[in-house]
């Protein structure tokens, strides 16, 4: 199992540039989420899937947009990159629900620089 | 006022050492508490999940104080391979997010 992967690892964009994150998961979990991680703060939720054909949005969703096109796969779309969304980019999943007790298990990163 | 706080550190322990560090809690209803390991530029990886009871894993102990709200996380024996940064992760019941502190890092040196 490749668990949880995630491309690109490193992206450059300019400002106004669209791009898409990819994420997929082999693991058959349920629930997956885009976190961003920025310098000296805790992991913030952008989006996330409680389950295939279903999105909503986490802390902060302005600027992105999602689809989980299956069970397996979710995308983060950024329509008009601003450097404020230079960050970590950290795709996770859940074998359950997003209420469940268990925790998540996250995919290596993108790491994104907007200029 | 951040719903998980945690010292950022960083705690410089020389090998063979133990280094404690607690993290505290806002919310009254959480529910699942976990400790995290993030390498340098790498992804978070669960190290261990924290009981009521405190648990141990090897060198590494947890434990969980309900009514000060706050959890520990104690490493014995410390290794150079325990250099990281922490994470402090809370989860509430039936919330659909867990709760990330932003870390401390431990640094073992020789």
């Known amino acids: 199992n490749a668990g949880v992967t995630q491309t690109p690892k490193f992206q450059v964009l300019k400002t106004g540039q669209s791009m898409t994150l990819q994420c997929a998961q082999d693991m058959n979990h349920n629930s997956m989420y885009w976190y961003r991680q920025d310098p000296g703060m805790g992991l913030r939720l952008i989006y996330y899937s409680a389950s295939e054909g279903t999105t909503d949005k986490g802390e902060v969703p302005n600027g992105y947009n999602v689809s989980r096109l299956n069970k397996r796969e979710f995308s983060l779309r950024l329509e008009s990159a601003a450097p404020s969304q230079t960050s970590v980019y950290f795709c996770?999943?859940?074998?359950?629900?997003?209420?469940?007790?268990?925790?998540?298990?996250f995919g290596p990163g993108t790491r994104l620089l907007v200029l | 006022r951040k719903e998980v706080e945690q010292d950022p550190g960083p705690f410089n322990v020389p090998e063979g050492a133990t280094v404690a560090f607690n993290c505290t809690y806002s919310n009254s209803a959480s529910q699942s508490f976990f400790w995290y390991r993030q390498d340098c530029r790498k992804e978070p990886k669960l190290l261990m999940s924290?009981?009521?009871s405190g648990n141990e894993d090897g060198r590494f102990t947890a434990q969980l104080n309900r009514a000060s709200q706050y959890i520990s996380l104690l490493i014995r024996d410390s290794k150079l391979s325990d250099s990281a940064t922490y994470l402090c992760v809370v989860k509430t019941v039936n919330d659909y997010k867990l709760s990330f502190g932003a870390g401390t890092t431990v640094t073992v040196r020789a």
């Open positions: 924290v009981y009521s």
């Open positions: 996770a999943s859940n074998p359950r629900g997003p209420t469940s007790k268990e925790t998540q298990y």
